[in-house]
């Protein structure tokens, strides 16, 4: 078990009414235990919350006028993930044996193209035995292959896109892996949260799941943080589906920070850079 001390803070200048809906709070999921939160607005209509029964991802929505607003969110959460070896020995599921609630998670989505790269990923993957091993090879060949570079791509860029030109964050690197393994007829998706690492800057960090003899298992292309530690935010199909922030008017978001203090190692806390926030969309990892 691990305990994680996190903390996000965004800072806006509001331009016009703006309808806010965040999902920056620890999920409610069986692998975490929230021990403590706080949650503060400096402006704002009266909060509306409300939780995701499947994935467990908590949302905030509140309407906001003209000014300044600062969004902070605090808490400590204990984590407890079992993260088995690529040799544990877990198969892939027949399609035809995949649950109903789970089948949407081999369809191809906005981000996650798996129709159109399923023949090569085929040619890649296809003669490797299935399994938990063929899932960790998808894995060693995007951390082998696609450069981690910040500002490569953008929040529309695709696993295709991203595989054209080699090169992404971790948001890219989790869309690859959901891609490949969704082309393979292996159930998967992305996961965010909150975790500790050196480099890049903190921040929101994705990495994805995929489906493994009757269980979810996480994998992250990007080497960068261990997911036996992950704090989760939020669980999805894509990256649209967990966006930290989705806003409905004019903005400029002035700062974002993200703070991970794990119990045994030294804090890190760095700014994100300043971004320009759209006029009606989402903002997602980096």
Request: charged fraction near 20%; glycine fraction near 6%; include cysteine.
């Amino acid at each position: 078990m691990h305990l994680s001390t996190v903390e996000t803070v965004l800072e806006y200048h509001v331009l016009s009414p703006t309808h806010f809906c965040f999902n920056i709070e620890a999920a409610h999921w069986p692998t975490q235990k929230i021990v403590s939160e706080r949650l503060a607005i400096s402006a704002g209509s009266a909060l509306r919350s409300s939780v995701d029964r499947a994935s467990g991802n908590r949302y905030i929505r509140f309407d906001a006028q003209p000014g300044p607003l600062k969004v902070n969110y605090k808490a400590e959460v204990e984590v407890e993930v079992d993260t088995p070896e690529s040799g544990a020995g877990l198969h892939e599921t027949p399609v035809g044996e995949v649950p109903d609630q789970i089948f949407p998670y081999l369809l191809a989505t906005r981000y996650c193209e798996s129709d159109v790269l399923c023949a090569e990923v085929g040619r890649m993957f296809g003669a490797l035995p299935p399994g938990i091993g063929r899932v960790q090879a998808i894995v060693d060949w995007i951390r082998a292959h696609i450069r981690y570079q910040p500002g490569s791509t953008q929040s529309t860029t695709t696993a295709h896109e991203a595989f054209e030109q080699r090169a992404g964050v971790c948001r890219d690197f989790a869309h690859l892996g959901i891609t490949f393994c969704r082309a393979l007829n292996i159930p998967a998706r992305i996961v965010v949260g909150y975790v500790w690492f050196d480099e890049p800057p903190q921040d929101f960090h994705a990495v994805f799941e995929a489906w493994l003899d009757g269980r979810w298992v996480l994998f992250d292309p990007t080497g960068m943080a261990p997911v036996d530690r992950l704090v989760r935010i939020g669980t999805g199909r894509d990256a649209k589906d967990v966006a930290f922030a989705t806003l409905f008017g004019q903005v400029r978001m002035t700062r974002k920070e993200v703070m991970v203090l794990e119990h045994d190692p030294r804090p890190v806390r760095v700014l994100s850079p300043v971004t320009q926030a759209p006029a009606a969309g989402v903002i997602l990892p980096a």
